[in-house]
């Protein structure tokens, strides 16, 4: 089928319809539990995005992108905070309206931050990035900020209610606020990887010295990259305070920073719904796992360390392919290579897996 | 005149210095080959041009001192390099990797001309236009290189061991495109090779770097006949 409408193919176009449709479906035939779930994955997918862009698309690995989420999470927490504080305003508004504040002062602090990171690249980047993401938490947490950060208690919101006119739940609301932010955020990524400036930010993943030969600046290009990945990673922090309605320094630990990555690898690092994938595992994976883990037969318990399937899953999925999967020819030279090569040391690890219950954690 | 020329030009990585003081010159319109072992600086000569590494002393290309400008400050008056080891960009297609030659360009009508231009050295990209650069053979994404960078529509074309690990038919092809390039568009090649038969068969002059400096130079005639070139470089 090469039938093309806004330059994109029939299948795919195929893949939008019923996703939007499904999309739709979820909060008005699920329980409560799992709209707010499926509400969560919306925020990750948009994290995910941004890290995407980041490591799939210019070829910066990140271990940090929980910290620029927890600037946009603060963000939006501690402008709703102080202006009913210390101004007496106290609106759901000032929630939605700090969302775009959030991707503002998020990107700008990864803009600044992809500067000392310009010297860097691979497992010395991941390191620097490990850092930043190791540093946020207690930053937040420092006695002296109190009065600005609210430390260790941190701070919680109003739940997000939907308009009177709307009958849906609270649930529901956040669901459709979130997926069309996704959705929104989606359409930019798809057409900035489309853009002049998605394709400078692959040739610099391929080749710097081709991308430098071409007149491409790597110094622009890499500390944009990061400003886009975290004003991204921003909008999900901030959208992660507003579900929870409550934002703390644990929320956005070193868990959340390699969670993210790992999803990011699952859903297929430089795939446009790569994000799609690893979000839904993002949430999923460790509430199947814990239902696994729960299982038993008989008197015979498996070990309730749900951890431990956690780990298994993750190393049984098939490993997604990077690189774009609107490659035509995307299974020639390097699907085949990377499904060939990994089984025998997968298998390997899997037994050092299930020989040590809760001795190995993936996340 | 000279359209491109290096005057004592060093250039280092950290403390240790690659080149101590090349001096060399290409003329407009000429094949230019730069001769040496592994290890003599004819890479980081390339880069110094493209302004790649840091380099000092003078660089004249047209009338400007391109030393220690931006490379794509360098690009954009017309020099195109092509790396060494295919300089590709594997994950885009083929033809992503032609726009990102005319990446800094603006004129779009004149991307169209040159594209088209390309075209005649490079027939079989026309069809393979949509393929991943990756599943292209080694040969192809050497031309692919080169054709990148003749989107650029460059005054100058720095190539860097176009020869690299690729089938000694498909060296002949690339020689044969390298030459017709600079017979039918009066592009000035500059060509860093290994295989100094090939490379003294294609270029009209050649410098020999030994060691980050220049130790011989002058008409491919005199050096292909020169008692040490042949010992040193063609095997004789």
């Known amino acids: ?363 | 005149m000279a359209l491109l020329e290096l005057n004592e030009v060093q250039a280092s990585y950290g403390s240790i210095r690659a080149l101590h003081g090349v001096s060399l010159k290409v003329e407009e319109g000429s094949i230019v080959a730069l001769l040496g072992a592994n290890g003599a600086g004819k890479t980081t000569t390339l880069r110094a041009i493209s302004g790649m590494v840091r380099a000092s002393g003078e660089i004249r290309f047209a009338g400007h001192d391109i030393a220690g400008r931006q490379p794509e400050d360098v690009a954009r008056l017309g020099i195109a390099h092509v790396p060494s080891g295919r300089g590709t960009m594997t994950q885009l297609t083929v033809w992503e990797n032609l726009q990102m030659g005319a990446y800094i360009r603006r004129d779009r009508d004149r991307i169209k001309a040159d594209y088209e231009r390309t075209m005649r050295y490079f027939p079989w990209i026309r069809s393979r236009k949509d393929q991943v650069a990756a599943t292209l053979s080694g040969g192809e994404q050497q031309m692919l290189a080169i054709a990148r960078a003749l989107m650029l529509n460059p005054k100058l074309l720095l190539l860097d061991e176009p020869s690299l690990g690729l089938a000694p038919i498909v060296i002949r092809d690339i020689f044969e495109i390298v030459k017709a390039i600079n017979r039918d568009d009066g592009t000035t090649i500059l060509v860093v090779e290994q295989n100094a038969n090939l490379a003294l068969r294609a270029a009209e002059r050649a410098y020999v770097l030994e060691v980050g400096r220049v130790t011989l130079s002058g008409s491919s005639a005199e050096l292909a006949g020169n008692e040490s070139i042949r010992k040193s470089y063609l095997g004789d």
């Open chain 1, 1 to 363: 089928m090469s039938s093309r409408f806004l330059g994109i193919s029939a299948y795919v176009w195929i893949a939008i319809v019923v996703g939007v449709v499904v999309l739709i479906g979820i909060p008005l035939s699920t329980d409560k539990f799992t709209t707010f779930e499926f509400a969560n994955v919306a925020v990750y997918v948009i994290a995910l995005m941004g890290l995407n862009l980041l490591t799939g698309y210019s070829g910066q690995i990140s271990l940090g992108n929980g910290a620029f989420m927890a600037i946009g999470g603060y963000t939006t927490a501690l402008t709703a905070y102080h202006l009913k504080h210390s101004f007496g305003i106290d609106s759901p508004a000032i929630l939605y309206a700090s969302i775009p504040l959030a991707a503002l002062l998020a990107g700008l602090f990864g803009f600044l931050f992809g500067f000392p990171a310009l010297r860097l690249s691979g497992i010395y980047l991941a390191l620097a990035t490990f850092a930043l993401a190791l540093s946020i938490p207690p930053i937040i947490d420092i006695d002296k900020l109190e009065f600005i950060l609210q430390g260790h208690s941190g701070v919680n919101l109003h739940p997000l209610h939907p308009p009177d006119f709307l009958a849906l739940s609270d649930e529901q609301w956040l669901y459709f606020v979130n997926w069309a932010i996704a959705g929104l955020m989606f359409v930019l990524a798809w057409n900035l990887v489309r853009s002049t400036t998605g394709r400078a930010f692959m040739a610099v993943r391929d080749s710097e010295t081709a991308a430098v030969a071409s007149g491409v600046s790597l110094s622009y290009y890499k500390t944009l990259a990061f400003g886009i990945s975290a004003a991204y990673s921003g909008i999900a922090g901030s959208l992660l305070a507003i579900s929870v309605a409550y934002v703390n320094p644990d929320v956005f630990g070193l868990q959340l920073s390699l969670a993210l990555l790992v999803a990011a690898v699952i859903g297929g690092l430089g795939f446009e719904f790569g994000p799609l994938i690893g979000g839904l595992f993002f949430v999923w994976l460790p509430y199947w796992s814990e239902q696994v883990s729960k299982l038993h037969v008989g008197t015979f318990q498996l070990p309730s360390k749900p951890d431990v399937f956690y780990g298994v899953r993750y190393r049984c999925l098939p490993r997604a392919k990077g690189g774009g999967a609107r490659r035509k020819d995307r299974d020639c030279a390097h699907g085949r290579r990377s499904r060939g090569g990994v089984d025998w040391r997968g298998a390997e690890r899997d037994q050092q897996l299930s020989s040590g219950p809760g001795s190995v954690q993936v996340v």
